[in-house]
């Protein structure tokens, strides 16, 4: 099956564009901004700006987005079509107090975020990406992106002649510790001699005067080193005593590429779980001029959520309320006769709307890998460019059922393009999602899916290319046809 190789391209530059969870959202936002899409807040009162026919955006913490499309023909109490995905990756992030020096080198403290195969973070040319809180001159605490792209960190291996163990195993507190640079280069940029402080990469900090302001933290200069703040303002275009705190993390400067023999292949960072987040945003886009909102029912809903990769308990996570509280504020949205939406009172126009719905939990799958066959179930062995994968598990660790089976290939009959199923062995463990947890809290018929990957949760994953547009046609027809065509004919209770 033929397919065009513009979609990787762009996928690949959306992941360059994307080292954090907050740069995600900010690309996500671009594209979606650039195809009409308004930005609302859920603070205010959305009485008269959330109306049928409309295209809106949210945002939650920076590092969470949902998107949503109203169709013209919506009534309280009716169908969403949804898709589910994450923005974040595992990664290292630097600790709150990061500054370490030893015996001449300095050295940054790092938490490790996530379920990560942390062998692959050494040697490797690491930038530092993220968000800081910045004051304004007029006073204000606004956030700024940061991206160092210059690999300023690395964490090195020890040569094999002085450890020759069979095993690579290393403690991650102490040896997955990043090298910022050497005392010594860091005292003649500030134009000291090694002998002014032979243990230090700086100038002691001045203590603060007792008629100074009082500070409840040390600065930052004190709890990292004063080199990488500069540096980190610098990004932010601004000052750095303008800095008051900082969430950053590390990532492989090399970047997101094609490669294989034939280019079929994608070679990057973050494919977990950026490679659904980019196709579902991409699909929603694209179903709005595939499949107008004229004769649309149903809302097409895009929610891509941070933490995932720790569990999702947070305000910005998938187990947070901010799902079911958009859902229930746009169940009951309506219009009266002066074509001004509201919500109506209607006490059951949000279970109506949740039992009439359906989402896909999309997260990236495991393909077959031929080095590993015995890893695998014989019959359920999902490859790279074929087609995105079913994902199932008896002990619902995954959502799919047969009944969401039948609908996804009907949606991918109408896009044209294959499908595939995974399990894994019996006896070996099986990863979960947002699906079962969405699932059981709002009673949604729910499906898990993505497309298939080898290295999942490596510094450097691979996919397939020709994947990246076939879940965005599998997408973009579920988005444009579930309402007006799928949502009332395959059912299982009342029959």
């Known amino acids: 099956m033929a397919t065009s190789s513009q979609p990787s391209h762009e996928f690949i530059s ?25 930005q609302l807040l859920e603070r205010d009162d959305w009485a008269g700006k959330c109306k049928p026919g409309g295209k809106y955006y949210i945002t939650r913490n920076a590092s969470t987005i949902a998107a949503w499309a109203v169709g013209r023909k919506w009534s309280p109490g009716g169908p969403f079509a949804l898709l589910g995905a994450h923005t974040d990756s595992p990664c290292l992030r630097i ?49 700024r992106l940061v991206n160092i792209r210059k690999p300023i960190l690395r964490i090195p291996t020890l040569a094999i ?11 991650k507190e102490t040896q997955l510790f990043p090298i910022a640079g050497m005392v010594a280069a860091d005292l003649e940029r500030q134009g000291l001699s090694t002998s002014s402080d032979s243990h230090s990469g700086e100038r002691p900090p001045k203590e603060n005067s007792q008629n100074g302001p009082f500070e409840p933290l040390k600065s930052l200069n004190e709890r990292h080193h ?43 960072a973050r ?24 004769n649309e029912n149903c809302i097409r809903l895009l929610s891509c959520f941070d933490d995932e990769e720790v569990g999702s308990m947070t305000a910005q996570g998938a187990q947070s309320n901010l799902l079911p509280s958009l859902i229930r504020r746009l169940s009951g949205l309506s219009t009266d006769s002066s074509s001004k939406s509201k919500a109506t009172s209607s006490s059951d126009a949000y279970e109506r709307s949740l039992a009439r719905s359906f989402l896909i939990s999309a997260d990236m799958a495991h393909s077959f890998h031929p080095n590993y066959a015995g ?43 294959p499908l595939q199923l995974f ?60 309402g007006a065509t799928l949502e009332n004919k395959i059912l299982v209770d009342g029959l």
């Open 226 to 268: 004063p080199r990488l703040v500069e540096l980190i303002a610098e990004s932010a275009r601004v000052k750095p005593a303008q800095i008051q705190d900082f969430e950053l993390l590390l990532y492989d400067t090399q970047k997101a590429c094609t490669g294989g023999l034939n280019d079929e292949l994608i070679y990057s």
């Open 161 to 171: 002649h002085l450890d020759r163990q069979e095993k690579f195993e290393f403690s």
């Open 375 to 417: 890893k695998y179930e014989a019959k359920h062995r999902p490859i790279m460019n074929q087609g995105t994968v079913l994902k199932i598990n008896a002990n619902q660790r995954y959502t799919t059922n047969s009944p969401g089976i039948v609908l996804m290939q009907e949606f991918a009959r109408t896009a044209q393009v």
């Open 14 to 38: 959306f992941l360059n564009e994307s080292p954090s969870p907050y740069h995600a959202v900010q690309s996500i936002r671009e594209r979606l901004e650039r195809a009409g899409f308004e």
């Open 95 to 143: 600790k709150p107090v990061s500054h370490h020096k030893t015996e001449g080198f300095l050295q940054v403290g790092v938490e490790t975020y996530g379920g990560g195969l942390w062998h692959t973070w050494f040697d490797r040319d690491l930038g530092v990406a993220g968000r800081v809180m910045v004051k304004t001159e007029n006073g204000e605490l606004v956030q």
């Open 271 to 294: 494919l977990d779980n950026l490679g659904m987040s980019y196709c579902g945003a991409m699909a929603l886009i694209d179903s709005v001029d595939s499949a107008p909102l004229d």
């Open 423 to 482: 399990v894994v062995p019996n006896g070996s463990p099986c990863g979960s999602t947002i699906g079962p947890m969405l699932a059981s809290a709002l009673g949604i018929r729910t499906l898990d899916l993505g497309n298939p990957m080898l290295s999942m949760h490596s510094i450097r994953e691979t996919a397939g290319s020709a994947d990246v547009q076939y879940s965005i046609k599998l997408f973009s027809a579920f988005f444009g046809h579930y």
